[in-house]
C-alpha cells in the first residue's frame, strides 16, 4: 500500500531511455575534445594542462577514428563480407550480403526513431536535415547506388494493427513515391507494414546505374526481413503480453486472464486482469477493471447468458463490453473498457496497455 | 567488411568501457529522474543524459565518485536548459511541449503535477522517491542543506497529495 502520489510517481519506474545515448555522449565528447584542442592551438601557453586534457586528447583520438570509420570518403563504395543484423528494440532480422554497409539508426526526436539503414556506399552524414529519420544523406546519393531502409517511429497510440503483414515482403508491394530530401536522391520505393501490433516502413532506393547485382543485393535484404518467434507467457519488447496462439481462442470464445495469472513487468498494466473475446471480427480485450462514479468492481463473466457483470450489482454488459442492464446515470460511460488485441507474426495473440481502443 | 565492422563496433579504450558499463548501470535512472525533474521533457532529459556522460568522457580520471557526480552535472545541465527555455518562452508563449508524448508514457496525471512543484522542489522529491537518495545525499547533489531539502520535500510532498491523492492504493 502507498498514498496515490508516490503510486504514481512509481509509474515513473516503467518509463526507458531512448535507445543511443551512449553513442550521443560519445559524439559529443569528440566535438569537445576538438573544440578543446583548437583552443589550444590558438593559445600555446595553455599546454602545460597536460594532466587535466590527457583524457580529453584520448577521447579526441578515439574519436578521430570514429570519424573515419564513419564518414571516410561519402559516395565511395563500400566492401564486406555481409551477415545478420538484428533490431535491438523489437528482434527483427534481415540478412545481407556482401558489399553493403548496414546501420542501426536510432533517435529520439519528439517520438522515439528506431530501425536500420543499408546501403552500398558511405552515406554522407555530414549535412543533415533534422527529419525523421534523418534524409540529408539521400541528397548525394551515387548514380551506381542502392539503400534500403526499415524503421519504427513511435508516436501517439492510434489503430494498433490487428493482423501482421504477410512475409517475405514482396517488391511489388512497394509504391513509389516522391523524393524524402532531393538533390541526386531516386524516388524511392515504400511501402508500410505491421508485424506484433506495431507499423514499420520501408523503403528502397536504387541509383540509376546500379548494377543488377546491387539491385538483387538490396531487395535480397527485404525478402529476408524476419520477426522473431515468441512464448506464450511471456512479455515482449518491454510492453506486450504474449498469450498463446490465437487458433487456440475459437469463435465467441472469452478467456480470463486475472492479473495473477499474468507476467510481471515495468509496464503499463491491466491491475485486475483482462478477457480476451473472440468475436467473428477478430480479437479485443475487455478490462477486468470498471471504474464508475460509485467505485471499482472486478468484472466478472457469465458463460450461460454469456454478459460481463459487476457482482452486487445490477449491471451488465453483453460481449462487446457495451452496457445493457439498468444504469443508474446518463448511458455515456457506462460501457466497459474495450482494448485493441493484435496477433503476431508466429500467430501469438498480444495485449498490451499501449495498444489503442476498439 | 572491415568498413562494416567499425561501422558497428566503435573504436574503445579502457576509459570508455569503463563508462559505458557505468552507463549501462546509471544511465536510465538517471534519465527518469532527470524526465520527472523537467516535468516529462523528454528530449531535455535526453540531452542532459548524453552531454553529462560526454563531460564524464572528457574527465574521467579527475571524478573520484563519478555517480553522484553525473546526477549532479546532469541536474545542472537541464536546469539551465529549463531556465533559457522559460526566457525564451516569455518572449513568445508556447504551449508546453511534449503534452502528448506525456500521455503516451501513460504519466498523464503525474507530469502535470509535477509542473506544479518549483524546481527545487522537484529535484528534491525525485532524488529522494525516484533516485532513492538519502536527504544528505540529495542535498549534496543540489548543493543546498539538509534543512532546505526537508522543506523542499515537506512541501513537494504537500502539493503532491493535494494534486494526485494521498489515498492508500494497491500497487498491484
Redesign the interface.
Known sequence: ??????????????????DG??E??????RD??DA?RRRRSRRPGMRKMWS?T???V??AL?AA??IL??TSGPGQP??????VFTDPRFGWMVRYP?G?????ISA?Y??SLNGVRITNF?PDLGHPMGDEPESGWLRSFPATGVAAQIWYL????GATPSRSSRFPLHPSSFSRIRPYAGGSEPAPLYRGFTADGFAFNAAVWIGRDASQAARHAVWSVIRSLRFPSLRAGTIWNGSVYVLGLARSYPAGSVTEFP?ASLPVGRM?RY?RGFYVVRSPRGLYVIDRLFTSPSGDCTVAFERSSSTFSCPGTRLRWNLAGREVGPHPGPRFGWDLSRGAAAVATDGHVLVS?SFGSV | ????????A????D??LEL?RL?ADV??GL??TL??FTAGR??V??DA??????????????IRDPVPWLYRTALRIAAAELKRERAERSASPQPPP?A??T?????G??VP?LRQLSPAQRAA??LH??ADLPVRDVASQMGTSVAAVKVHLFRG?RR??E??????????
Do not use: C, N
Open positions: 500500500m502507498a498514498e496515490r502520489w508516490l503510486h504514481e510517481l512509481s509509474r515513473l519506474e516503467l518509463l526507458e531511455p531512448p545515448l551512449w550521443r555522449a560519445l559524439i559529443l565528447a569537445q575534445a578543446g587535466a590527457a583524457a580529453a584520448a577521447i578515439v577514428v570514429i570509420a564513419r563500400v566492401t564486406g563480407r555481409g551477415g556482401k553493403l554497409l548496414v546501420r542501426h529520439q519528439r517520438w558511405v513511435g508516436g501517439p497510440a492479473a503499463p491491475t496497455r | 567488411m572491415r568498413r562494416a565492422a567499425a561501422d558497428h566503435q573504436p574503445r579504450t576509459l570508455t559505458e552507463f544511465a536510465p534519465w527518469r524526465y520527472a523528454r528530449a532529459a535526453d543524459v548524453a552531454e553529462a556522460f560526454a563531460r564524464a568522457l572528457e574527465r574521467a580520471r579527475s511534449d502528448a508524448a500521455a503516451q508514457d501513460g504519466l496525471d503525474l503535477a522529491v525525485v522517491y525516484e510532498r503532491l497529495r494534486l494526485l491523492g494521498a489515498e492508500e492504493v494497491t500497487d498491484g
